[in-house]
Protein backbone atom coordinates (compact mmCIF):
# COMPACT_ATOMS: atom_id res chain seq x y z
CA UNK A 1 0.00 0.00 0.00
CA UNK A 2 1.45 3.15 -0.88
CA UNK A 3 2.15 5.71 1.85
CA UNK A 4 -1.14 8.24 0.79
CA UNK A 5 -3.39 5.40 0.71
CA UNK A 6 -1.77 4.18 4.11
CA UNK A 7 -2.69 7.60 5.38
CA UNK A 8 -6.30 7.96 3.96
CA UNK A 9 -6.54 4.39 5.42
CA UNK A 10 -5.65 5.61 8.89
CA UNK A 11 -7.54 8.74 8.73
CA UNK A 12 -11.08 6.64 7.56
CA UNK A 13 -10.62 4.61 10.66
CA UNK A 14 -9.96 6.80 13.19
CA UNK A 15 -12.69 8.69 12.41
CA UNK A 16 -15.14 5.77 12.64
CA UNK A 17 -13.34 4.47 15.86
CA UNK A 18 -14.27 7.91 17.40
CA UNK A 19 -17.57 8.63 16.06
CA UNK A 20 -19.10 5.59 14.78
CA UNK A 21 -21.79 5.70 11.86
CA UNK A 22 -23.34 8.50 14.12
CA UNK A 23 -20.37 10.69 13.01
CA UNK A 24 -20.75 9.64 9.51
CA UNK A 25 -24.13 10.90 9.39
CA UNK A 26 -24.06 14.12 11.72
CA UNK A 27 -20.97 15.19 8.95
CA UNK A 28 -22.86 14.08 6.29
CA UNK A 29 -26.31 15.67 7.53
CA UNK A 30 -24.71 18.53 8.28
CA UNK A 31 -23.17 19.00 5.02
CA UNK A 32 -26.45 17.99 3.18
CA UNK A 33 -29.10 20.77 4.90
CA UNK A 34 -26.42 23.65 4.51
CA UNK A 35 -26.43 22.60 0.80
CA UNK A 36 -30.45 22.48 1.26
CA UNK A 37 -30.68 25.58 2.57
CA UNK A 38 -28.40 27.61 0.23
CA UNK A 39 -30.10 26.37 -2.61
CA UNK A 40 -33.26 27.69 -1.24
CA UNK A 41 -31.69 30.83 0.22
CA UNK A 42 -30.16 31.58 -3.34
CA UNK A 43 -33.73 30.80 -5.20
CA UNK A 44 -35.66 33.58 -7.21
CA UNK A 45 -39.11 34.71 -5.94
CA UNK A 46 -41.48 37.34 -7.75
CA UNK A 47 -41.36 41.05 -6.37
CA UNK A 48 -39.63 42.50 -3.23
CA UNK A 49 -39.30 39.01 -1.91
CA UNK A 50 -36.80 37.71 -4.03
CA UNK A 51 -34.42 35.51 -1.94
CA UNK A 52 -31.24 35.83 -3.34
CA UNK A 53 -31.52 39.41 -3.21
CA UNK A 54 -32.46 38.98 0.61
CA UNK A 55 -29.74 36.77 1.27
CA UNK A 56 -27.08 39.91 0.19
CA UNK A 57 -28.95 42.44 1.11
CA UNK A 58 -29.55 44.21 4.73
CA UNK A 59 -33.08 45.81 6.10
CA UNK A 60 -32.09 49.10 4.37
CA UNK A 61 -31.36 47.67 0.75
CA UNK A 62 -27.52 47.84 1.65
CA UNK A 63 -25.11 45.17 0.28
CA UNK A 64 -23.42 42.93 3.02
CA UNK A 65 -20.01 42.67 2.75
CA UNK A 66 -17.88 39.87 1.92
CA UNK A 67 -17.12 39.42 5.86
CA UNK A 68 -20.20 39.94 7.05
CA UNK A 69 -22.03 36.97 4.44
CA UNK A 70 -19.03 34.50 5.52
CA UNK A 71 -20.33 35.40 8.74
CA UNK A 72 -23.46 34.69 8.60
CA UNK A 73 -22.88 31.19 6.33
CA UNK A 74 -20.76 30.17 9.41
CA UNK A 75 -23.07 30.38 11.87
CA UNK A 76 -25.84 29.18 9.74
CA UNK A 77 -23.59 26.11 9.21
CA UNK A 78 -23.38 26.09 13.05
CA UNK A 79 -27.15 25.76 13.44
CA UNK A 80 -26.94 22.92 10.60
CA UNK A 81 -24.52 21.15 12.06
CA UNK A 82 -27.14 21.34 15.57
CA UNK A 83 -29.96 20.43 13.38
CA UNK A 84 -27.93 17.47 12.00
CA UNK A 85 -27.30 16.19 15.68
CA UNK A 86 -30.99 15.96 16.13
CA UNK A 87 -31.80 14.35 12.97
CA UNK A 88 -29.08 11.60 14.18
CA UNK A 89 -30.81 11.58 18.25
CA UNK A 90 -34.12 10.98 16.60
CA UNK A 91 -33.24 8.42 14.19
CA UNK A 92 -31.55 6.37 17.05
CA UNK A 93 -34.44 7.05 19.28
CA UNK A 94 -37.00 5.43 16.98
CA UNK A 95 -34.30 2.96 15.15
CA UNK A 96 -34.55 4.24 12.10
CA UNK A 97 -30.51 4.06 11.96
CA UNK A 98 -30.15 0.39 11.90
CA UNK A 99 -32.31 0.25 9.06
CA UNK A 100 -30.30 2.66 6.86
CA UNK A 101 -27.46 -0.01 6.95
CA UNK A 102 -29.22 -2.50 4.83
CA UNK A 103 -31.24 0.23 2.62
CA UNK A 104 -32.78 -0.08 0.26
CA UNK A 105 -34.39 -3.04 1.48
CA UNK A 106 -36.17 -5.39 -1.47
CA UNK A 107 -39.61 -4.50 -0.87
CA UNK A 108 -40.47 -1.00 -2.52
CA UNK A 109 -43.18 -0.47 -0.15
CA UNK A 110 -40.76 -0.71 2.60
CA UNK A 111 -38.18 1.46 1.67
CA UNK A 112 -41.03 4.32 0.84
CA UNK A 113 -41.64 3.78 4.52
CA UNK A 114 -38.44 4.84 5.41
CA UNK A 115 -37.74 7.01 3.07
CA UNK A 116 -41.29 8.95 4.54
CA UNK A 117 -40.41 8.59 7.91
CA UNK A 118 -36.79 10.08 7.49
CA UNK A 119 -38.33 13.27 6.01
CA UNK A 120 -40.79 13.84 8.68
CA UNK A 121 -37.72 13.89 11.09
CA UNK A 122 -36.15 16.43 8.74
CA UNK A 123 -38.97 18.24 8.46
CA UNK A 124 -38.59 18.84 12.37
CA UNK A 125 -34.84 20.08 12.26
CA UNK A 126 -35.05 23.26 13.77
CA UNK A 127 -38.19 23.41 15.52
CA UNK A 128 -37.70 24.53 18.86
CA UNK A 129 -40.13 22.75 21.71
CA UNK B 1 -24.39 27.81 -5.45
CA UNK B 2 -23.29 26.77 -8.33
CA UNK B 3 -27.08 25.52 -10.08
CA UNK B 4 -28.90 27.65 -7.63
CA UNK B 5 -29.19 30.29 -9.86
CA UNK B 6 -31.64 28.78 -12.08
CA UNK B 7 -34.52 27.62 -8.94
CA UNK B 8 -37.57 29.48 -8.58
CA UNK B 9 -39.94 28.90 -5.83
CA UNK B 10 -43.53 30.42 -5.67
CA UNK B 11 -44.42 33.06 -3.69
CA UNK B 12 -46.00 31.29 -0.42
CA UNK B 13 -46.31 31.93 3.35
CA UNK B 14 -43.67 29.71 3.80
CA UNK B 15 -40.97 31.29 1.40
CA UNK B 16 -41.85 34.77 2.42
CA UNK B 17 -41.45 34.07 5.85
CA UNK B 18 -37.88 32.81 4.82
CA UNK B 19 -37.30 36.03 2.87
CA UNK B 20 -38.85 37.97 5.66
CA UNK B 21 -36.21 36.29 7.99
CA UNK B 22 -33.35 37.33 5.65
CA UNK B 23 -34.54 41.29 5.37
CA UNK B 24 -34.70 40.99 9.55
CA UNK B 25 -32.55 43.80 10.95
CA UNK B 26 -30.74 40.80 13.14
CA UNK B 27 -30.68 38.16 11.10
CA UNK B 28 -31.37 35.05 13.54
CA UNK B 29 -29.41 31.60 11.81
CA UNK B 30 -31.93 29.39 13.94
CA UNK B 31 -34.36 30.84 12.76
CA UNK B 32 -33.60 31.09 9.12
CA UNK B 33 -32.89 27.38 9.20
CA UNK B 34 -36.22 26.54 10.42
CA UNK B 35 -38.12 28.72 8.20
CA UNK B 36 -36.13 27.79 4.67
CA UNK B 37 -36.41 24.20 6.00
CA UNK B 38 -40.10 23.56 6.94
CA UNK B 39 -40.95 25.86 3.58
CA UNK B 40 -38.62 23.40 1.29
CA UNK B 41 -39.77 20.56 2.64
CA UNK B 42 -43.38 21.59 1.93
CA UNK B 43 -42.31 22.05 -1.65
CA UNK B 44 -40.02 19.44 -2.58
CA UNK B 45 -41.68 16.29 -4.08
CA UNK B 46 -42.01 13.26 -1.83
CA UNK B 47 -39.10 10.81 -1.65
CA UNK B 48 -36.82 13.37 -3.05
CA UNK B 49 -34.82 14.58 0.22
CA UNK B 50 -35.64 11.05 2.12
CA UNK B 51 -34.60 8.40 -1.05
CA UNK B 52 -31.24 9.71 -2.18
CA UNK B 53 -30.09 11.01 1.41
CA UNK B 54 -30.96 7.62 3.26
CA UNK B 55 -29.28 5.76 -0.04
CA UNK B 56 -26.18 7.70 0.12
CA UNK B 57 -25.97 7.64 3.92
CA UNK B 58 -26.57 3.99 3.47
CA UNK B 59 -23.41 3.43 0.62
CA UNK B 60 -21.00 5.99 3.02
CA UNK B 61 -21.93 4.05 6.45
CA UNK B 62 -21.17 1.00 4.30
CA UNK B 63 -17.65 1.90 2.59
CA UNK B 64 -16.12 3.03 6.39
CA UNK B 65 -17.35 -0.32 8.15
CA UNK B 66 -15.80 -1.85 5.46
CA UNK B 67 -12.56 0.25 5.17
CA UNK B 68 -12.47 -0.09 8.77
CA UNK B 69 -12.90 -3.94 9.25
CA UNK B 70 -11.10 -4.89 5.88
CA UNK B 71 -9.02 -2.27 4.96
CA UNK B 72 -8.84 0.76 2.43
CA UNK B 73 -7.26 -1.13 -0.43
CA UNK B 74 -9.69 -4.30 -0.11
CA UNK B 75 -12.57 -2.16 0.70
CA UNK B 76 -11.59 -0.39 -3.27
CA UNK B 77 -11.57 -3.36 -4.35
CA UNK B 78 -14.66 -5.05 -3.24
CA UNK B 79 -16.41 -2.09 -4.42
CA UNK B 80 -14.98 -2.30 -7.74
CA UNK B 81 -13.58 1.28 -7.41
CA UNK B 82 -11.69 3.11 -10.46
CA UNK B 83 -9.21 4.88 -8.41
CA UNK B 84 -6.10 6.93 -9.50
CA UNK B 85 -3.25 7.26 -7.26
CA UNK B 86 -2.05 10.59 -7.80
CA UNK B 87 -5.67 11.64 -6.32
CA UNK B 88 -7.21 9.25 -4.21
CA UNK B 89 -9.55 11.44 -2.22
CA UNK B 90 -11.55 12.80 -5.05
CA UNK B 91 -11.47 9.78 -6.83
CA UNK B 92 -12.76 8.02 -3.90
CA UNK B 93 -15.51 10.43 -3.41
CA UNK B 94 -16.06 10.38 -7.20
CA UNK B 95 -16.47 6.90 -7.40
CA UNK B 96 -18.78 5.92 -4.54
CA UNK B 97 -20.92 8.78 -5.36
CA UNK B 98 -21.02 6.42 -8.87
CA UNK B 99 -22.16 3.39 -7.26
CA UNK B 100 -24.59 5.74 -5.06
CA UNK B 101 -26.26 7.41 -8.27
CA UNK B 102 -26.62 4.37 -10.11
CA UNK B 103 -28.70 2.79 -7.04
CA UNK B 104 -30.70 6.13 -7.36
CA UNK B 105 -30.91 5.66 -10.45
CA UNK B 106 -31.22 9.06 -13.10
CA UNK B 107 -34.77 10.64 -11.81
CA UNK B 108 -33.17 10.83 -8.15
CA UNK B 109 -29.73 11.14 -8.99
CA UNK B 110 -30.03 13.55 -11.80
CA UNK B 111 -32.55 16.16 -9.72
CA UNK B 112 -31.79 19.09 -8.11
CA UNK B 113 -32.20 17.05 -4.78
CA UNK B 114 -29.93 14.42 -5.81
CA UNK B 115 -27.67 16.98 -6.95
CA UNK B 116 -27.41 18.29 -3.52
CA UNK B 117 -26.83 14.88 -2.10
CA UNK B 118 -23.98 14.26 -4.11
CA UNK B 119 -22.47 17.54 -3.10
CA UNK B 120 -22.79 16.94 0.76
CA UNK B 121 -21.85 13.01 0.02
CA UNK B 122 -18.25 13.91 -2.14
CA UNK B 123 -17.68 16.53 0.86
CA UNK B 124 -18.55 14.47 3.64
CA UNK B 125 -15.84 11.99 1.71
CA UNK B 126 -13.13 14.53 1.07
CA UNK B 127 -13.31 15.68 4.35
CA UNK B 128 -13.24 12.03 5.98
CA UNK B 129 -11.03 10.83 4.12
CA UNK B 130 -8.58 13.71 3.94
CA UNK B 131 -8.73 14.75 7.56
CA UNK B 132 -9.85 12.09 9.82
CA UNK B 133 -11.17 12.99 13.10
CA UNK B 134 -10.94 16.62 12.30
CA UNK B 135 -13.13 16.27 9.93
CA UNK B 136 -16.11 16.30 12.52
CA UNK B 137 -13.74 18.28 15.08
CA UNK B 138 -13.88 20.95 13.25
CA UNK B 139 -18.22 21.28 12.90
CA UNK B 140 -18.10 20.97 16.66
Redesign the interface.
Known sequence: ??K??NK????????????G?E??????????????????????????????L??Y???QKKLYSSEEIKS?ED?????????AKRVVEELKRTNLIDK?????PKNPKV??I??????HI??Q????D | MGTSGSNTVPTTKGFKKVAGSLRAPFRIPANILQFTLSAAIGFIPSGFVGFPVVLAASEGISFVKLTKEKGLESAITIKALEISTNYIVPSVSHELWKVTSNKLGPEFAGSPYGQIAEKAFKKTFSSILSKGVKALEEEL
Open positions: MTKLVDENVKEFLNRYKGFLQLFLTNYLYELIQYFLHSKMRGEDDLSSYTTHFKLRKECNIGIDSFPARISDEFEMSVGRR
